[in-house]
């Protein structure tokens, strides 16, 4: 487990970084994963998200919160190959 420095150090960076337009300019396909239960990120960044960056795609699990890639591994790694299938 992280200590709290190290998690202090992470929300800090969470605050205070902002990567949206530096997103905006990548040309490859960019996947992001949402947990439709996410108490974190609301669902509703996807569709905000997917308007600024045009070559990212969203996909949200239902029934998964802030971290789907520990509760629905199989959805989430069937996600991702479709994903790499595709591009």
């Known amino acids: 487990m992280p200590g709290v420095e190290v998690l202090n150090g992470g ?45 990212s795609t969203s996909e949200v699990i239902a029934k998964a919160a802030h971290a789907p890639f520990i509760s629905h591994p199989e959805v989430f790694a069937n996600i991702i190959n479709q994903f790499v299938a595709t591009e």
């Not at 990548?26 to 308007?51: F, H, N, Q, W």
């Open 11 to 55: 929300l800090e960076m969470l605050r205070t970084v902002d990567q949206r337009q530096s997103m905006a300019t990548l040309t490859m396909p960019v996947l992001r994963i949402y947990g439709y239960l996410d108490g974190l990120v609301p669902r509703k960044v996807a569709s905000l998200l997917d308007e600024l960056w045009p070559n």
